[in-house]
């Protein structure tokens, strides 16, 4: 079946440092997806990337959809202690239903000030 | 922003019991919804993509008899665990599609916390 690699588990990272975190499949994806997720609550979206080489930017953070369509990468600037979470890669696939979302492990973002 | 709310957000129920989660879309139509399933510090795992007015489409491995799922408006989706078990114990999350928008700009529901005893 189709998995997510998703790199690295955890981070532990002092107050304005940046982040940079991977995606990578054997699969090809038509759309990346970017999440954060808060303790206890419902994955945000923060980033969706359609386009093979798309660089995206959302404040502070960057994404882009790897030109093999087999990888992504989150960059985080500048990271401010709000930044705490787990961020989780997503790539669109085409099920029986439709149009369904596999997901990686995530990564937990620990930011000490 | 869209919104999509789940309730209730805790819930602890006895081994052997039914337990209903309800998702609704609050200020958008949805076609599609989607339910996960989430254990401890692992990802979501999709469990069955729920259309309004027809059947809900399980992944495999997803016993459609255990969990019951039911779209009867455009605004709301219910999961029920039937007969739960403490091995059901875990984090259920839902999405929401709006009309005419691509799955993939789901919003996702708060959570449910479901802990059997």
């Known amino acids: 079946g189709q998995q997510l690699n998703q790199s690295p588990q955890s981070m532990f990272i002092q107050e304005g440092e940046d982040v940079s975190m991977n995606c990578t499949s054997s699969?090809?994806?038509?759309?990346w997806l970017w999440y954060k997720q808060d303790p206890g609550e419902g994955p945000v979206l923060l980033i969706a990337l359609y386009k093979a080489g798309e660089l995206t930017s959302n404040g502070r953070l960057t994404a882009q959809f790897g030109i093999t369509r087999k990888d992504s990468f989150l960059n985080i600037s500048a990271s401010i202690p709000s930044d705490v979470g787990i961020y989780f890669c997503a790539g669109a696939f085409m099920s029986q239903a439709g149009t369904a979302l596999i997901f990686g492990k995530g990564t937990t973002l620990s930011v000490s000030s | 922003g869209a919104v999509v709310s789940q309730h209730p957000s805790r819930v602890i129920c006895k081994s052997g019991t039914s337990v209903k989660i309800e998702c609704r879309s609050l200020d958008f139509q949805a076609t599609t919804m989607f339910w996960y399933r989430q254990f401890p510090k692992q990802s979501l795992m999709l469990m069955a993509t729920s259309n309004e007015g027809s059947k809900a489409t399980y992944e495999q491995g997803v016993e459609k008899d255990k969990f019951l799922i039911n779209h009867a408006s455009l605004t709301l989706s219910t999961l029920t665990v039937t007969s739960a078990h403490p091995e059901d114990s875990s984090f259920y999350i839902c999405?929401?599609?709006?009309?005419?928008?691509?799955?993939?700009?789901?919003?996702f529901g708060q959570g449910t916390r479901l802990t059997v005893v």
């Open positions: 699969s090809i994806f038509n759309t």
């Open positions: 999405s929401a599609a709006p009309l005419g928008a691509v799955n993939t700009e789901a919003f």
